[in-house]
């Protein structure tokens, strides 16, 4: 991962657009429907240090080169991080390709090096990302304080969470029906349910292109990680990073942990997962083979 990618909360946030233009049009573009207050900055303005003061963002667009720099420095001056349009070198970030669905927010980066593949990237992402997933979002935003409050151990949250993800309350949010998803999701919380674990056997060989969706789905979802030697990296890079990893466990040490609750992805590279798989379905532990070959 060459750059961080990161998310400044706007509400209450000021964002400086330095220049005139399309090119700086395109950025006061970026902020439409933001609860952020923009603030537009030319001529000598820009080159004021005290125009930035308490801004979060600034943007600096021109043609003039000593003016963008004037520009820059400014902002740097006040302590606030610049994006230059189409200077990386004076970038302190750079901007991504955004799907805005509300309080879902999903960004698409190359690093300043490809924008219109950042694009392209976005079309694809966007068009699976349902319209009522910002509303889903706020649902959880609201709901959290009531969440964290009756399951504060955090395995049991998100367990909670993936099942609620897909469940009523998930349904009337998306449908707009904020007060009903409300209701549903309290509901769920006092029947507190013994989610159900399951062990999920996703090849692990590489290339991770070759992943089914789904597999794809279930490995960042796993609670944790039981893997083979030799996990080709990209298929390892598709899980949670703060996803617990194990090396190979019995099937009694992996019947436990999906009586626990827990959705075990298992990474293996070897033909040797059949036998396994075979005894945990003796012994009634769920599983689910996501497909493999050989």
């Known amino acids: 991962m060459d750059a961080f990618p990161a998310f400044f909360p706007l509400t209450g946030r000021s964002v400086a657009i330095a220049g005139q233009g399309e090119a700086a049009d395109a950025k006061v573009r970026l902020f439409d ?7 537009r900055l030319t001529g000598a303005t820009a080159l004021d240090p005290k125009a930035y003061a308490g801004m979060t963002l600034a943007f600096v ?17 006040a302590h606030v991080p610049v994006n230059a349009v189409d200077r990386p070198a004076l970038c302190d970030f750079t ?6 669905r509300g309080e879902v927010v999903a960004a698409i980066g190359t690093g300043g090096g490809s924008p219109m593949l950042a694009t392209l990237l976005r079309h694809d992402i966007e068009a699976r990302v349902p319209e009522g997933a910002g509303r889903l979002a706020a649902l959880f935003r609201v709901m959290q304080p009531e969440i964290r409050a009756a399951l504060p151990e955090a395995a049991a949250r998100r367990r909670f969470l993936r099942a609620a993800l897909t469940g009523p309350a998930a349904e009337a949010a998306m449908a707009g029906d904020l007060e009903s998803a409300k ?9 507190n349910p013994r989610l159900a674990g399951a062990v999920r056997y996703i090849d692990a060989r590489g290339p991770a292109e070759m992943l089914t969706l789904k597999a794809a789905r279930a490995l960042a979802a796993a609670d944790l990680l039981v893997c083979d030697a030799e996990i080709d990296d990209q298929v390892l890079g598709l899980a949670r990073r703060d996803a617990e990893r194990r090396p190979v466990q019995t099937p009694a040490q992996l019947s436990a942990l999906v009586a626990e609750g827990l959705i075990v992805a298992r990474l293996v590279t070897t033909p040797a997962w059949r036998t396994e798989q075979a005894a945990l379905a003796a012994m009634g532990v769920a599983t689910e083979i996501l497909p493999i070959a050989g």
Do not use: F, K, Y
């Open 95 to 100: 901007t991504p390709a955004v799907i805005d």
């Open 61 to 77: 667009a021109g043609d003039d080169e000593a003016w963008v720099r004037g520009a820059v420095a400014a902002a740097h001056a």
């Open 183 to 191: 209701e549903r999701l309290r509901a769920a919380l006092g029947d």
């Open 33 to 39: 429907g933001s609860p952020a207050r923009v603030v």
